[in-house]
């Protein structure tokens, strides 16, 4: 079965300063990696994602984000975090075969000025 | 124009009744979901079919029963609702093709009394 686990409830910086939202993921064979921000009362936004090539994927907003095979990780990051930046971000896999996307529990990130 | 909709967005109902939450896509997708969002923000999928047919069915008590009329609709109805029902409910559609993405609805606060 696949998982996706975020192991950052809330992640805290101020604004300017790069951030990082961290993902690890397990899966049967090559994934397919996304995040979406969640902002409050309303439904998720699709960021970005990794289906194959680069290992470094850029997406919406200046967010990017690193595909590390042998850590099985697909974290979020942005070089300079914006007030407005501040929102709920969820990691999902989806295997080759299957057409289930797994969400990890979802990261808060406050940015505060 | 609204991509993904849900009516209503808020429903307030006792517990015992019945309900429906609607969902409607424009953008020619074949394959809708239904997700869970329960009040920690898990997000967990419920349904997903496929130009019209169930593909998805992930341990659902029956009292839910989504009912696809044409690939652009996928509804959910919600028998003998109980407490631990209430949630935001949201819809998403995306090409069949697995490597792409879900586009989701504004979500539908359901709040059993």
């Known amino acids: 079965a696949q998982s996706v686990a975020q192991p950052e409830d809330q992640v805290n910086v101020a604004e300017g300063n790069p951030l990082t939202v961290k993902c690890t993921y397990s899966v049967s064979g090559n994934p397919y990696l996304f995040w979406y921000v969640q902002y409050p009362n309303r439904g998720l936004q699709f960021l970005l994602k990794y289906i194959t090539g680069d290992n470094l994927v850029k997406g919406s907003y200046g967010f990017e984000a690193e595909f590390n095979k042998s850590q099985t990780s697909f974290h979020l990051k942005k070089p300079s975090a914006l007030v407005s930046d501040s929102a709920l971000y969820f990691c999902a896999v989806r295997d080759h075969a299957g057409n289930m996307l797994t969400f990890g529990g979802g990261t808060r990130l406050m940015v505060k000025p | 124009d609204t991509a993904v909709s849900q009516t209503p967005k808020y429903l307030v109902t006792q517990m015992g009744n019945d309900k429906s939450i609607k969902c409607e896509q424009n953008l020619g997708h074949d394959t809708m979901y239904w997700y869970k969002q329960d009040s920690k923000k898990f997000l967990k999928i419920m349904f997903s079919?496929?130009?019209?047919?169930?593909?998805i069915n992930e341990t659902v008590p029956n009292r839910f029963s989504p009912k696809s009329p044409d690939k652009a609709h996928l509804n959910l109805h919600i028998n003998s609702l109980e407490l631990g029902d209430s949630a935001v409910y949201f819809c998403a559609s995306s090409p069949w093709d697995g490597n792409n993405e879900q586009f989701f609805g504004p979500g539908t606060r359901l709040t059993v009394l």
């Open positions: 079919y496929n130009n019209k047919e169930l593909i």
